[in-house]
Nanobody, 128 residues
Framework: QVQLVESGGGLVQPGGSLRLTCVASDLTNYHAMAWFRQAPGKEREFVAAVRWGGFRRGTPYYADSVKDRFTISRDNANRNTLFLQMNNLNTDDMAAYFC??????????????????WGQGTQVTVSS
């Protein structure tokens, strides 16, 4: 099973930016990666995903709440590295962010069921 390690979380003021990084040990048996987040007392929710295998490969997917503010991408030099650029952060974005890898189909790419491997998470705190 792939090992996923997130980094880049921290404290940021409202309106600020952060870039999260997820490094995977081996993605040979996977064709998609995603970011999810979980705030205290809430369910883990989809943030963004990118799929490099199958139909519509390369197309990014975003939750409506982060579209136009967040950008998911893979490192062109090291395809085992995933980024999440987060701009214009607000308090609703405050959560633990988790990297995931899997083989989702289009109907599951935004769901937890689409992913079989998870990182330990990195905390994002938005506060003035």
């Amino acid at each position: 099973q792939v090992q996923l390690v997130e980094s880049g979380g921290g404290l940021v003021q409202p309106g600020g930016s952060l870039r999260l990084t997820c490094v995977a040990s081996d993605l040979t048996n996977y064709h998609a990666m995603a970011w999810f987040r979980q705030a205290p007392g809430k369910e883990r929710e989809f943030v963004a995903a990118v799929r490099w295998g199958g139909f519509r490969r390369g197309t990014p997917y975003y939750a409506d709440s982060v579209k136009d503010r967040f950008t998911i991408s893979r490192d062109n030099a090291n395809r085992n590295t995933l980024f999440l650029q987060m701009n214009n952060l607000n308090t609703d974005d405050m959560a633990a962010y988790f990297c995931a890898a899997g083989r989702p189909i289009l109907s599951t790419i935004r769901t937890r069921n689409g992913y079989t491997s998870w990182g330990q998470g990195t905390q994002v705190t938005v506060s003035s």
